[in-house]
């Protein structure tokens, strides 16, 4: 009945029919799914199907460009960054050739893409406009996450073999700073204010915590919830709320969404969740967490406010990541 | 032909080298000069920087690596020599010295015998290297690691399976990163009982090094409760009058739920699969075992490792190549955990139960004290593909779970 009326709204408004139809918001919930090459398209009310995009092989990694109308999806096995154009979900350009990709991120200018290259031991960085690497950077053997600062002055990358994150200036040729962290740094969040440089260590049981001025570790929180030895602990996914004041990390093998009081510095509670949770998202009122299940294939849809689970959604096999379009 | 990583120029009294020119490999067909007279200084215009060099040992007549055997890819069985796992590893671990202030290095050392090696290794010492993986047979390996017996030197152990080596046979300056027989058996059995299959036929070969993996597997039925229904020596050969020991029907009657082979040298055990007579799975030699490695492993960051061997060997990686990688992989956590490139700290490192040594495998590995055993995740395995990872679920332990494989520190015959 609500959504009635508001779709009643909506219809009223004459921005809706914008010609340019910029960021209107579908509400749909994208998620990856590396074993069966598609991206599962959700709607944001309800989560049913609304359709799987079929991608090159082994989809991973998902983001939407500043205005939301494309969403760059990195397919490992397929050796390309498939780009879905939103409003007709489908596949409609690829940037090819490139070896293994599974992370990234745009510069905030949304001129470049930033890319872990796991394979060669790089960061790679892409020019959107003519779609071609222009360069790689050397850093540690398998590197993975990789943030783009907002600042536009730095890309941090972590590495998994060599324990660190790394500090890259773009227009350098060899990084800036190498930041020893937890075993198997996987992803990163920068605390809204942009002060601190948060990192997940999957083997470690921990996330560190930078001092973006410094680029010195200044502090570890261990996930330790009941019952769970510290090899089942496997942080990687992190999402950081828009006021700084919770992050959400995801803890692998532990099947749990640990949330964590940021100021605080300090776990506040777990919330169960599918099988080898792996990475997250929330929308935009901060309302709802969605949570992409590895190894139970499904999303799990977390109540933020609740701290609870409402509903777990089955997608493809292995699911990888997800991202909300609102 | 070797190829040389490092040129090292000896600084005499420290136990590291300084390079003029770092990671530079010498052209192709010129062996770099590596016993440059003490002193010999740094050119002028690098910056000098700390060498650890890590020694590699091994026969250069191996029969474990004879090139009519390996192409047969017995279960377990090395696809090639392991060194190129080092290389890999060397690459890997290249940001590992920083804050050190060391780069590091590997060298070959080929001998033809112990005492061959045992000169060898003998001059390494005197040019600084401390940390050495070995690729040798158990006898080789003990006669080298006594000739060294309460010098600062470690010796890391990559392919020698042997459970003595870890028991009455332990020395101290020997660290074990390949998994011993009583491991791959504890991991075999746990799936056994995982899946109810609670009666094993044993079959035996002839060989001493099958009586040991009958024990080893003996060792593990007790102590997770797998019931053993008969063992049966066998042999090779199609002789009419041994037939109830050549041919494979006849040596499995009776009921049990599955046949375990002790077979180490491959050429029985892989004609024993659809010819058993009753239809039940063949494990051990054949078919399925734990293993410290399988290529189609697909979690943990298990291909990427798998993919950057692949590049610099030309084939897959096998249980002796991740043993190789690993030990090195392991001695560069050790200095970047540690800050530090001295031999004390390096050994305590890999020896304290915190420890966090990453093998793409899942679980973190440490040196157990006890025996200098790599604890690990093993990987329970086909020819192509892992069916489960050991230890298996509900397979628990006090401390450590991965101290289910193998010898757990009340088990210990080991004295140091």
């Known amino acids: ?326 | 032909m070797i190829k040389k990583i490092v040129l090292s120029v000896i600084l005499a009294s420290s136990g590291l080298s300084a390079v003029s020119a770092e990671d530079t490999p010498a052209p192709l067909g010129i062996v770099a000069p590596q016993n440059l007279p003490a002193g010999t200084e740094a050119a002028p215009v690098q910056v000098a920087k700390a060498v650890l060099t890590i020694g590699y040992l091994h026969l250069a007549d191996d029969a474990r690596y004879d090139d009519k055997l390996m192409p047969k890819q017995f279960l377990g069985a090395p696809f090639g020599r392991p060194y190129p796992a080092a290389e890999v590893a060397l690459k890997e671990i290249k940001f590992h010295g920083e804050a050190a202030g060391v780069s590091f290095a590997l060298e070959q050392i080929s001998g033809k015998d112990s005492a061959d090696l045992i000169k060898q290794v003998d001059d390494s010492q005197a040019k600084g290297i401390k940390f050495f993986v070995v690729d040798l047979p158990a006898k080789t390996l003990v006669e080298v690691a006594q000739a060294f017996k309460g010098k600062d030197l470690l010796f890391f152990n990559i392919s020698a399976k042997d459970d003595a080596l870890r028991q009455a046979q332990c020395q101290a300056n020997i660290f074990h990163t390949i998994p011993n027989v009583a491991m791959q058996a504890d991991g075999l059995v746990q799936y056994l009982i995982a899946h109810k299959w609670r009666n094993a036929l044993i079959l035996q070969g002839p060989l001493p090094e099958d009586q040991l993996l009958v024990e080893a597997f003996n060792r593990a039925a007790k102590r997770y409760g797998l019931k053993i229904s008969d063992t049966r020596p066998f042999v090779l050969g199609s002789d009419p009058r041994e037939r109830e020991k050549n041919n494979i029907a006849l040596l499995t009657g009776g009921d049990y739920d599955v046949v375990y082979i002790a077979d180490t040298e491959g050429e029985f055990s892989r004609n024993a699969n659809y010819q058993t007579l009753l239809p039940r799975p063949v494990v051990g030699s054949e078919g399925l075992n734990a293993l410290a490695w399988n290529w189609a492993w697909e979690r943990h960051g298990a291909p990427q490792v798998e993919k950057r061997f692949e590049k610099q060997a030309n084939r897959h990686m096998s249980d002796v190549d991740w043993a190789a990688w690993m030990t090195v992989r392991s001695l560069g956590a050790a200095v970047q955990q540690t800050q530090s490139s001295d031999f004390t700290k390096i050994r305590d490192y890999l020896l304290a139960p915190t420890t966090n040594l990453d093998g793409a495998k899942g679980n973190p590995s440490s040196f157990r004290p006890w025996d200098h055993q790599l604890r690990q995740p093993l990987l329970l395995s086909t020819h192509n593909w892992v069916i489960d990872r050991a230890p298996l679920q509900g397979f628990l332990h006090q401390i450590n779970n991965l101290d289910t494989l193998g010898f757990d520190q009340p088990d210990s015959q080991c004295k140091f």
């Open chain 1, 1 to 326: 009945m609500k959504n009635l009326i508001k779709l009643a709204i909506l219809a009223s408004l004459p921005i809706a029919y914008s010609p340019l139809a910029q960021a209107k918001g579908t509400g749909y919930v994208f998620v990856s799914s590396e074993n069966d090459n598609i991206v599962t398209v959700l709607d944001g009310k309800n989560f049913t199907k609304v359709k799987d995009i079929k991608t090159a092989k082994r989809p991973r990694h998902l983001q939407f460009n500043p205005d939301k109308t494309m969403l760059y999806a990195a397919c490992g096995d397929g050796e390309s960054i498939d780009i879905i154009d939103i409003a007709k979900l489908e596949v409609v350009d690829q940037i090819k050739d490139i070896d293994d990709p599974e992370a990234f991120d745009l510069s905030p200018d949304n001129k470049s893409l930033y890319i872990s290259l796991e394979d060669e031991g790089g960061l790679g960085i892409i020019d959107l406009a003519t779609k071609k690497m222009t360069k790689t950077i050397e850093v540690g053997q398998e590197p993975e996450g990789v943030l783009a600062n907002p600042d536009g002055k730095t890309v941090y990358v972590t590495s998994e073999v060599a324990n660190m994150v790394h500090v890259i200036d773009p227009t350098a040729n060899e990084p800036t700073a190498n930041i020893v962290v937890g075993t198997r740094p996987r992803r990163l969040a920068l605390t809204p204010d942009g002060k601190e440089l948060w990192v997940t260590s999957e083997l470690d049981a921990s996330v560190s915590i930078i001092d973006v001025a410094t680029n010195k570790v200044k502090e570890k929180i261990s996930f330790t919830p009941e019952g769970f030895r510290k090899e089942d602990i496997t942080p990687v996914g992190l999402v950081m709320t828009k006021d700084g004041k919770t992050a959400f990390v995801t803890i692998g093998r532990a099947n749990r969404v640990a949330v964590v009081d940021v100021a605080g510095r300090k776990v506040e509670t777990y919330i169960l969740v599918g099988n080898r949770a792996w990475n997250a998202a929330l929308n935009k009122d901060e309302s709802l967490l969605f949570v992409a299940n590895g190894l139970s294939d499904d999303v799990s849809i977390i109540d933020v406010p609740a701290r609870k689970v409402l509903k777990s959604v089955p997608v493809g096999r292995v699911p990888y990541m997800v991202t909300v379009d609102d």
